[in-house]
């Protein structure tokens, strides 16, 4: 089933194109990996999918009322801002408090606490979010975005600044969603986790879609290094394969 | 949870004893019983016109005025994220303030009662509609800032110019002492003119609990969560302007109720945006209304205003929270 659909998609900014003519397809049961030099429209591309912002061409989400969007697509921004001095579980329970009546059902509680526990923070329910440090605050809000329980993810960089485990455990979390038959979109830089975790990599630079295919084949192709500037080391290993960026090439 | 039920609770029984005590408190000395007696019957008599085109008047105000200062202090911060933003900032306050001053320095507030209200509400409406259309369609925070700081300022220095080219220096004191803020000598229907505004205010600012929860994470992911924020923002503005353009037309500038009462509020209800609205309403209710017994108690004589007060004692109050923040966010 397909659960993101981008038909010619471009947004231009000052009149130059910053997410040109993309057209991508994201079916349940992908975790599909956004890669491309820093400039090159992840962040762009998500939000317009989204209907944040104006575009040209379609996107099957950003045609549905705003709360219909919610159910179908949750997505974590980029930025991890937590405001107010409120707890975990307040911020997990933003993820349900917003759809139907705004009261919690059981259901709804359920959900938060599936979320929590996945993200390994059942113990962290009363504790004041903002207090933590910066990799537990991206685990709280990554609970957030899960308690939605979307058809559809759209993650951007949510393993920046984490640490090793962090992330792996984080990107585990996305390619199990992935297994269970959602959708995942997520933008990162680390193309040796992508290459781990994602079941598909789509590479984009200057707005574009240069190459959209399993992380193997991506990772091996000559214009890769093209987009990025560098030259990798790839292997395999009975982990999947890991891919480790070696020199500058420009 | 509980906390916040128990804050509720002990703020509501404190607006009510101050709400009370403002009924008591003034130059003519009454009795308990008598005051009560003479405000709930109908017979005429000088207790009861004092209790009821003075007192009664003027202890409805300070709740209102204060209740709608608070909520829409936490209205404004929970928007903005910012906990330095007041409910001025979007132009409203300076607006209604210049509307105000032109009808004091035309002299048709001298005309009919109703004149200086009326004139104060048109410039409030008038500021809502200006900072709608400087900060354009999307619901954006950074904008709404911008154009609420550009009409304040306008009003501000049109405000200067009335006064600077003020031929008659008594309409100048006027003006001067009308700005400070104050709930003296105001009747029955000055209540009655700012009740329904002040209603409507309260009504839309009530209902930005949950989209200001949601902002807690920011634009996008509020949006992304199915806020629709150019709605959201449209409540505030308009909640905003009729409940605080209500307020300042019938009280003039009462500041740093706004500011200070949702920021010492905040810890009582975990940070959340929706439970400190309620709260800070009633946290409003009760600096004003005290303020206002101050002000009869302190200096009877010298007609010490309101907002004066209020600056006089938020300021430094503010002050020390800034004092105690500091070493936290270190």
């Known amino acids: 089933m397909t659960l993101l659909e981008l038909d010619h998609l471009t947004l231009r900014r000052a009149g130059k194109p910053v997410v040109d003519d993309v057209t991508l397809r994201v079916a349940a049961g992908e975790c599909v990996g956004l890669i491309g030099p820093n400039g090159a429209g992840k962040t762009t591309l998500m939000r317009a999918a989204l209907g944040l912002l104006p575009h040209e061409g379609s996107s099957n989400l950003a045609r549905l009322p705003l709360g219909e969007r919610a159910r179908q697509a949750a997505f974590l921004p980029q930025s991890r801002d937590i405001h107010w001095p409120v707890t975990v579980d307040a911020v997990v329970t933003l993820g349900r408090a917003l759809q139907g009546s705004g009261k919690l059902h059981p259901e709804d509680r359920r959900a938060i606490d599936r979320a929590l526990m996945r993200m390994g923070l059942d113990g962290y329910r009363d504790r004041i979010a903002t207090a933590l440090s910066g990799g537990e605050q991206a685990r709280v809000l990554i609970a957030r975005a899960l308690a939605q329980e ?77 987009v990025f500037g560098i030259r990798g080391f790839l292997a395999d290993t009975p982990d999947g394969p890991v891919f480790q960026p070696m020199a500058v090439t420009r | 949870m509980t906390l916040r039920i128990t804050a509720l609770v002990l703020l509501s029984l404190l607006v009510a004893l101050l709400f009370l005590a403002s009924l008591l408190i003034g130059p003519a000395a009454l009795g308990l019983k008598q005051s009560i007696g003479a405000l709930l019957s109908g017979e005429g008599g000088p207790v009861a016109l004092v209790m009821q085109e003075i007192r009664l008047p003027r202890a409805l105000l300070g709740l209102l005025v204060g209740a709608v200062l608070g909520l829409s202090g936490a209205a404004m911060q929970g928007f903005l994220r910012n906990p330095l933003a007041e409910p001025g900032l979007v132009g409203v306050s300076s607006s209604a303030a210049l509307g105000a001053v032109l009808s004091l320095q035309t002299g048709l507030a001298a005309s009919f009662a109703l004149a200086l209200p009326l004139s104060a509400l048109a410039g409030a409406a008038l ?25 304040s300022a306008l009003a501000g220095a049109l405000t200067s110019l009335v006064l600077n080219l003020s031929p008659n220096p008594f309409a100048v ?20 003119l700012a009740l329904p505004f002040m209603i409507l205010g309260c009504g839309l600012l009530l209902a930005t609990g949950r989209g200001l929860d949601a902002l807690t994470l920011g634009e996008d992911a509020a949006r992304s969560m199915g806020v629709d924020l150019a709605r959201l923002r449209l409540l505030i503005v308009l909640g905003t302007a009729s409940a605080v353009g209500a307020s300042v037309a019938v009280a003039g500038a009462v500041g740093f109720v706004g500011l200070v009462m949702p920021h010492l509020l905040r810890p009582l209800v975990g940070g959340r945006p929706s439970h400190l609205l309620p709260l800070a309403a009633l946290g409003g209710a009760a600096m004003v209304l005290a303020a206002d017994i101050a002000v009869r108690l302190i200096a009877p004589d010298q007609d010490l205003k309101l907002g004066v007060l209020t600056a006089l004692v938020g300021a430094p109050f503010f002050l020390h929270l800034l004092w105690r923040m500091r070493g936290v966010e270190a």
């Open chain 2, 173 to 192: 004191m006027e003006i001067v002492y009308w700005m400070m803020g104050s709930l003296a000598d105001r009747s029955m229907t000055h209540v009655w």
């Open chain 1, 150 to 226: 979307t058809p559809l993810l759209l993650a951007d960089e949510p393993v920046a600044g984490l640490d090793p485990e962090a992330q792996l455990r984080t990107m585990q979390v996305f390619a199990d969603l992935a297994r269970e038959g959602r959708g995942i979109v997520v933008s990162i830089h680390d193309l040796g986790l992508a290459a781990r975790f994602c079941t598909r990599l789509v590479v984009l630079d200057h707005g574009r879609i240069v190459l959209d295919a399993p992380p193997r084949a991506v990772l091996s192709d000559p214009r890769l290094s093209e």
């Open chain 2, 127 to 151: 500021a809502v509609l200006l900072v709608l259309f400087m900060a354009g369609p999307h619901g954006g925070a950074l904008a709404l800032i911008l154009a609420g700081i550009a009409i």
